[in-house]
């Protein structure tokens, strides 16, 4: 603009006096010079705004990466427990074994046998509970094995409120760390239902796969198509699975007297990410389908 401004004024007649310059071309040049002042200021916010948005962009990639580590690390950590729980559970098996049969050779059978049913009963309360901190069948057979012949199932039936399962697709497609993320938020979602609820619930899931992506749909509602979730329950599911939606690019959606669930990744992500824990050997995957 300053460059312009000069041409124009070595162009300008003049008789040298003071004021003699072309009214028209001196309109000109600061029209000229004022449209050069709103350009420089418009391409100054504009190269702030966009380092904001890309400022804003590295933000929020970072915090999807930093919430899906905190759920990884989650996992590990109950995959971890729940072995030292079956190891617990076993060692306790070969205690009270040897006590039953020291028992049984002495001639007290019947406290033998006493013995030996009230410790299946608690070795297989034990187990149960070791399964429903981690279910550990998902990484051999799938999501779908975990949720139908799971632990967290017979915890399911035994409420009378919470009908089978509606399953659909392959899971054993999608990587290990979708699939606890979908196993916990099925979890949680019914959990919500039962506490904040009343009356029975239906759940359905369904593989997904589009363009480069792979996930699954998960849908969590009341029986009674009538019937509308509170305005508490949605709050409560939507801090529920909110960070799961966040850590694998999906969202909650509460509607009516249903919750539905979106999780995504990268098509080609069945690789594993957990690191196996001492003593915890990584059980082998297969493309196995519960249907």
């Known amino acids: 603009m300053i460059g312009v401004n000069l041409m124009v004024l070595l162009r300008m007649d ?7 310059h072309d009214p028209a071309v001196f309109t000109a ?15 100054a916010t504009t190269s702030h705004y966009y380092h904001r948005f890309r400022q804003n962009e590295w933000l929020g990639r970072r915090a ?3 919430t899906r580590t905190t ?52 070795s297989g309360a ?11 069948e998902i990484e051999s057979a799938g999501l779908y094995v975990a949720l139908r012949a799971g632990a967290i199932a017979d915890a399911w039936a035994q409420t009378d409120r919470v009908l089978p399962a509606h399953l659909m697709g392959d899971p054993c497609d999608l990587s290990l760390d979708l ?26 899931a369904r593989t997904i796969q589009r363009g480069g992506q792979q996930g699954i749909v998960v849908i969590a509602g009341l029986l009674d198509p009538h019937r509308t979730l ?34 995504r990744e990268t098509r080609g992500c069945q690789a594993e990410r957990h690191a196996s824990a001492p003593g915890t050997p990584a059980l082998p995957r297969s493309n196995v389908s519960f249907f």
């Open 14 to 20: 003049s008789t040298g006096l003071p004021g003699s």
């Open 29 to 43: 040049q600061q029209i000229l010079a004022a449209t050069g002042t709103v350009l420089l200021l418009l391409g």
């Open 64 to 66: 999807i990466a930093m």
């Open 71 to 122: 759920l990884v690390a989650g996992e590990q950590d109950r995959r971890e427990r729940a072995w030292y729980l079956r190891n617990v559970g076993d060692d306790i098996d070969r205690s009270l074994q040897k006590i039953a049969n020291t028992l049984a050779a002495k001639g007290q059978d019947g406290l033998a046998l006493e013995l030996q049913r009230l410790h299946a009963a608690q």
């Open 126 to 136: 034990l187990r149960v509970q070791a399964n429903l901190v981690y279910p550990v």
């Open 179 to 204: 699939q606890l993320a979908a196993f916990r938020s099925m979890a949680d979602v019914v959990a919500v239902l039962l506490t904040a609820e009343k009356g029975s619930l239906r759940l359905r």
């Open 230 to 263: 509170a305005p508490g329950t949605v709050e409560l599911s939507r801090q529920a699975l909110g960070a799961r939606a966040l850590a694998y690019q999906g969202n909650v959606q509460c509607r009516g007297n249903r919750i539905r669930l979106v999780l």
